[in-house]
């Protein structure tokens, strides 16, 4: 193998994993095609319909509420340091409160989700201040619970069989193209 196709299979791995975890709600993988020594790869994405349990219900219930609270709760924090020093707080500063707010009493319940989901709530946050002020998007706004939610599973979401996702943190989830 040359150096030329080491770098560019060491691209195509950087892109895979970028586009990865680009996935938020949809099933995907990737199709790798190498004709003619050249790389190319098209993502392939399934949408399919869940059938929760009532208790997987009431799981998905109370993270929903709990990646909104932390999103507002970080945007008003972000909105307040602004105000106060006129510099905004980074990704690294809004997952750094993480561990902070989980062993304080009041807000001991973010535990409940699985971590990664609240994760990727500060990445979402520093992407909308940063397409907010690139003027591709408005100002974020706070989240309601009324209306659609959702949340994101970044990775480790696997598929069982052909009829169940297991979703970490709990039990095997039936679906439906």
Known sequence: MTNNKRALGASLDQKI???????????????????????????????IRLYPTKEQKQYLAKSFGCVRWFWNYSLNLTNETYQATGKGLSRA???????????????????????????VVALNLSNAFINFFERKAAFPRFKS?????????????????????????????????
């Open 93 to 119: 500063d809004i997952q750094g409160m993480l561990p902070q707010l989980k062993k304080q009493e009041d807000t001991v319940w973010l535990k409940e989700p699985y971590s990664q989901c609240l994760q």
């Open 17 to 47: 994993s970028i586009q990865t975890n680009i996935l938020q709600t949809l099933l995907g993988y990737f199709i790798i095609n190498t004709n003619n020594d050249n790389y190319s790869f098209m993502l392939k994405t399934v949408k």
């Open 145 to 177: 619970k009324h209306g659609k939610q959702s949340l994101t599973y970044p990775q480790n979401v696997k598929l069982e069989g052909n009829k169940y996702l297991k979703f970490p943190s709990w039990e095997s989830i039936s679906r439906s193209r």
